[in-house]
């Protein structure tokens, strides 16, 4: 069976002043779906370039990148974009959420890009996922009206709206209080156990801990990857 | 590629940030605002100058006998003999595809009479279309009429200069008035014109039947006059009515082939074009200003959507992290751009009429708000919205999504 994610001797070269920095320096891997993928690693271990080149937001210098069955390695801008509002959905550590903007306008807004659903329908399942994230009486609170774990509620809402196969997190509660980080990793466990495939960045132990699998990066390379059978930590989040 | 959405997405856009729009939208309106102020004013004034000039006549030709010849001394323009009223007849019988009103000039210098005051002018033997041809109003009674020119009858129009040095508020209209030794009956009075472009009163002035004056006060056994007025159905007409009435006028005066025109013509395309040449220098001269309000307003919106392509660096990140395409993007801005400078337009459009209407009334000009230049300067805010939204919309496609949501 092939795998959602396939990398094959991935490499990113950044030709920066005489040395060039070898990002990402012939990474392999596979995922496959329902998984829930921790990636950690020191800061310029290669870890973020690696998410941004398996969130399709920017490309490898050489080797294969297959996603859902589609060798995405080599794309233009615009096939990128594509591909990133049909298949991945974002979770960032800073939300990014549009200003001045209601919840549930942030949340219909992958679908305006995308253009699938009718006006009412895409209202409808907006509603129905900010009821999923918890936030369903808040669909018309801006920004500036939601707590930080509020916030990245609705960005994860967001990130779901298309009904993308994988969902990216970048630091994901890298902005929040323990309690609202407790909450988040809940609600990404409950994803995983639905069946959606998470890869998520942090260099937090505590919550690399929720997930089913860890891969470690160093210098560009991947130098550990752990799966553990066992049910995520509950003691781990403390 | 949904292009309503992207409509939706600039304006959710736009109605984010209503104070950013305003300012965007303000150089906009006060461009055009400028624009539609003054071409009012412009406009304005010159149909006040055009209104000046058609006192002088509609479409008028005036034709004068060549001057007098007694062996070598020549005397001035209209002292010939050589035209007569039967010519003006004759104009007015046979070329009346091309001429409306023909009206017949006789002039005499006389001294006028009214009880114990006396007062000088010139007394003019005109034909009953005379208000027609130099536009003259009526300001009480009335003007003769056809019958009472036919039948020689002595009534008279005056000036509102004579009234005001014959009569001392006392009504003129059915006094008898003596011209020279003949009493006239004042049936009217002419409503006042000014002086013209040359300075002279046209309200100093009489009128009488031609034929009357021609009978009585001049006395002159030929019928002839002093010149002829023409109006003409159409101006366009100009060149063939001045042909046919020289072919006309020829053949009644028996002008053999080697012989000059013994009378000549003239008409008002002269003033015309001159006032046309000014005109068009005022409109070169008006376009100019609302060009350069309508780049600043430009400028302006360039300005503010650059900084504002900045200002939403995480925005345009996050929106191409969840699929828009950098056509998408490209798309909205320009959307947002064009959409802030036609609202914008619109709102000057109405600022602009506003303002000339209040300027017009603090000093008392003439206003005239023409619908198409309402109209055009709406569309090109709508062009000068595309021209300078463009480069920070193209600014903003180009932004790679990495650095954009990476951006502090």
Known sequence: ?238 | MNFVMIFKVAILAILRNKTRALLTCLGIIVGIAAVIAVLAIGKGASTMMLNEISTMGNNLVMVFPDSNRRGQVRSGMGSGQTMTADDAEAIKRELGHLVRYVSPAVNVSSQLVYQNKNWSCRVSGVSCDMPEIRNWQIGEGRFFTEDEERSYARVCVIGTTVQNNLFDGEDPVGRTLRIGAMPFKIIGVLRSKGANGWGQDQDDTVMAPYTTVGRVLTRSKFRSINMMNLSLHDMSDLDEAKREVTALLRQRHKLPDYQDDDFETRDTTEIMSTMGSVSSLMTVLLTAVAAISLLVGGIGIMNIMLVSVTERIREIGLRMAIGATPFMILSQFIIEAVVLSTVGGALGVGLGVVVANVIGEVNHWPIVIEFSSALYSFLFSAFVGMFFGFYPAYRASKLNPIDCLRYE
């Open chain 1, 1 to 238: 069976m092939a795998h959602l994610i396939e990398f094959r001797d991935l490499k990113k070269i950044y030709a920066q002043g005489e040395e060039p920095v070898h990002a990402l320096d012939g990474v392999s891997l596979d995922i496959d779906e329902g998984e829930f993928v921790a990636i950690m690693g020191a800061s310029g271990s290669g870890k973020s370039t690696l998410l941004n080149i398996l969130g399709c937001l920017d490309t490898p210098t050489s080797g294969s990148y297959r996603l859902d069955g589609m060798e995405v390695a080599r794309r233009t801008r615009k096939e990128l974009a594509l591909i990133r509002n049909r298949k991945l959905g974002f979770v960032f550590q800073n939300f990014n959420l549009l200003p001045r903007t209601s919840a549930i306008e942030q949340v219909e807004l992958p679908d305006l890009y995308m253009g699938r659903l009718s006006r009412r329908e895409r209202r409808r399942r907006a509603l129905e996922l900010l009821k999923r994230v918890g936030l369903g009486g808040r669909g018309t609170h801006t920004p500036a009206q939601l707590s930080g774990g509020q916030q990245q509620r609705v960005a994860i809402a967001r990130a779901l709206m298309n009904a993308p196969p994988v969902l990216f997190a970048d630091e994901p509660t890298g902005n929040l209080d323990t309690k609202a980080s407790v909450e988040i990793m809940k609600l990404f466990t409950e994803l995983s156990n639905e069946g959606i495939t998470i890869v998520m960045v942090t260099h937090e132990d505590d919550i690399a801990a929720y997930a089913k699998r860890h891969l470690v990066m160093k210098d560009g390379r991947l130098v550990r990857d752990d799966r553990r059978e066992s049910a995520p930590g509950k003691g781990a989040a403390g």
